[in-house]
């Protein structure tokens, strides 16, 4: 079975990268919080942002994680039945009518 993280992997990419440009901003800033003059009241207004972000973005990617999805919507569609397959693979050309024949008495039994 395949396995799709690609959308999964971007959204933990996005996550570290904000804990990162969080951080960083915290260990540049810390001795600066409280001069209200030099702008001091700008990183902490973009820190309580950044941190409200951050929240919601793992409480998405927890709630996500608990769906037993891999994408978007996975939870939502249906899966094909292996008849369904082998009359998708028969009418493509991939197997012979013999073939077909054989699994499809495999499915239903004998």
């Known amino acids: 079975m395949e396995k799709n ?3 999964r992997n971007k959204a933990e ?3 570290l990268g904000g804990i990162a440009v969080l ?3 915290l260990l540049a800033q810390v001795h600066d919080m409280m001069d209200w003059s030099s ?3 700008l ?3 973009l820190m309580m942002i950044g941190g409200a972000v951050l929240i919601v973005v793992v409480v998405f990617l927890l709630l996500r ?3 037993g999805g891999t994408g978007f919507g996975s939870g939502n569609t249906p899966r094909e039945s292996p008849l369904d397959i082998a009359k998708r693979r028969f009418a493509a050309g991939e ?5 077909f ?3 499809k008495r495999g499915i239903e039994g004998p």
């Open 101 to 103: 024949e054989k699994i």
């Open 95 to 99: 197997i012979t009518d013999e073939e």
């Open 5 to 7: 993280t690609g959308k």
């Open 65 to 67: 994680g608990t769906s």
């Open 39 to 41: 702008g001091g009241w």
């Open 43 to 45: 990183w902490m207004t």
């Open 23 to 25: 951080g960083f901003l």
């Open 13 to 15: 990419t996005i996550c």
